[in-house]
């Protein structure tokens, strides 16, 4: 299947597409805000430079999109239907690394919560949010809903 732009237009809009500060990220972040909790961005000597750091709590949350990060069995990713081999690697590869980021960070005793993005769409947000919040405080008590 031919792709429907052009490649500079094809290029403009993959160049368009950030790492950091994405919407995602913004609501987790302003929300543990409002909690009144702290946290470092992106921390260069952790590995994998994780979305938020909470050092108090020796925890970080990672803040996965759905297509980037291959949140598989979901509705919300659909693998594209043109250079679906590239793509399968592509994904394939970023999973593995997500995986082996959040290995090294345990083992160095960090707590990892990871917070996908279909999960903060605006009907599931309010319950994400209150869980994630949950997580961080009470990493040990599974009595809370």
């Given at each position: 299947?031919?792709?429907v732009?052009s490649?500079d237009?094809?290029?403009?809009?993959m160049?368009?597409?950030?790492s950091?500060?994405?919407?995602?990220?913004?609501?987790?972040?302003?929300?543990?805000?409002?909690?009144g909790?702290?946290f470092?961005?992106?921390?260069?000597?952790?590995?994998?430079?994780?979305?938020i750091?909470l050092?108090?709590?020796?925890?970080?949350?990672?803040?996965?999109?759905?297509?980037?990060?291959?949140?598989d069995?979901?509705p919300?990713?659909?693998?594209?239907?043109?250079?679906?081999?590239w793509?399968?690697?592509k994904?394939?590869y970023?999973k593995?690394?997500?995986?082996?980021q959040?290995?090294?960070?345990?083992?160095?005793?960090?707590?990892v919560?990871?917070?996908w993005?279909?999960?903060l769409?605006?009907?599931?947000?309010?319950?994400?949010?209150?869980?994630l919040i949950?997580?961080?405080?009470?990493p040990?008590?599974?009595s809370?809903?």
């Amino acid at each position: 299947m031919a792709d429907v732009h052009s490649k500079d237009t094809r290029s403009f809009n993959m160049s368009r597409i950030r790492s950091r500060d994405t919407k995602p990220e913004t609501i987790v972040r302003q929300y543990l805000h409002r909690e009144g909790l702290r946290f470092r961005l992106h921390h260069p000597d952790l590995p994998g430079k994780p979305d938020i750091v909470l050092p108090r709590f020796q925890t970080v949350v990672l803040v996965h999109g759905c297509f980037w990060h291959a949140h598989d069995d979901k509705p919300c990713f659909r693998l594209p239907s043109s250079r679906t081999e590239w793509w399968q690697r592509k994904l394939g590869y970023n999973k593995a690394r997500d995986w082996q980021q959040q290995r090294e960070l345990t083992m160095l005793g960090w707590r990892v919560i990871v917070v996908w993005e279909c999960e903060l769409k605006s009907s599931q947000r309010a319950e994400t949010l209150k869980h994630l919040i949950q997580e961080i405080l009470h990493p040990l008590d599974d009595s809370y809903d």
